[in-house]
């Protein structure tokens, strides 16, 4: 009588250096920035649609009043930010998959990186230095 002889899945793949976490962080990112997200966009819309007056009342007027009130500049924010990481970290992902060649994968990941914090940079500029007494 004959046995195989079955190796472990992946036994001879042995790492070197130190085990990184990262991908597990990030895949509890997206989780946990989504369900955040969720909440943040979906009261945003039934506050300004429903509850503040609908759509035609959004002016110029009506932003300053409301970033006049540290919580809806941090409300904003929070939704600028987390709406930018996590729609970032998922265009990482997107370009790992099905980036073939290294130097393709860390040049689009560059530009993403730097299109990103452009973003975030500027939309945090803009509502911290808001001056509602233009003109």
Same mark, same amino acid.
């Given at each position: 009588?004959?046995?195989?002889?079955?190796?472990?899945?992946?036994?001879?793949?042995?790492?070197?250096?130190?085990?990184?976490? /990262?991908?597990?962080?990030? =895949?509890?990112?997206?989780?946990?920035?989504?369900?955040? $997200?969720?909440? #943040?966009? +979906?009261?945003? @819309?039934?506050?300004?649609?429903?509850?503040?007056?609908?759509?035609?009342?959004?002016?110029?007027? /009506?932003?300053?009043?409301? =970033?006049?009130?540290?919580?809806?500049?941090?409300?904003? $924010?929070?939704? #600028?930010? +987390?709406?930018? @990481?996590?729609?970032?970290?998922?265009?990482?992902?997107?370009?790992?998959?099905?980036?073939?060649?290294?130097?393709?994968?860390? =040049?689009?990941?560059?530009?993403?990186?730097?299109?990103?914090?452009?973003?975030?940079? +500027?939309?945090? @500029?803009?509502?911290?230095?808001?001056?509602?007494?233009?003109?």
């Amino acid at each position: 009588m004959t046995t195989l002889d079955i190796s472990a899945p992946r036994s001879g793949a042995k790492r070197s250096g130190q085990r990184s976490n /990262f991908e597990l962080y990030s =895949w509890l990112f997206m989780r946990i920035s989504g369900i955040i $997200l969720v909440v #943040l966009v +979906l009261s945003h @819309l039934v506050i300004m649609n429903l509850l503040d007056g609908g759509v035609q009342r959004i002016n110029f007027a /009506f932003v300053a009043g409301r =970033w006049s009130s540290p919580f809806w500049q941090i409300w904003d $924010l929070t939704m #600028l930010w +987390l709406a930018m @990481l996590h729609g970032t970290n998922g265009m990482r992902t997107i370009v790992n998959d099905y980036a073939e060649r290294n130097q393709t994968r860390f =040049w689009l990941k560059m530009a993403l990186y730097t299109a990103s914090g452009f973003i975030i940079l +500027l939309g945090t @500029l803009v509502i911290f230095t808001f001056d509602p007494n233009i003109g």
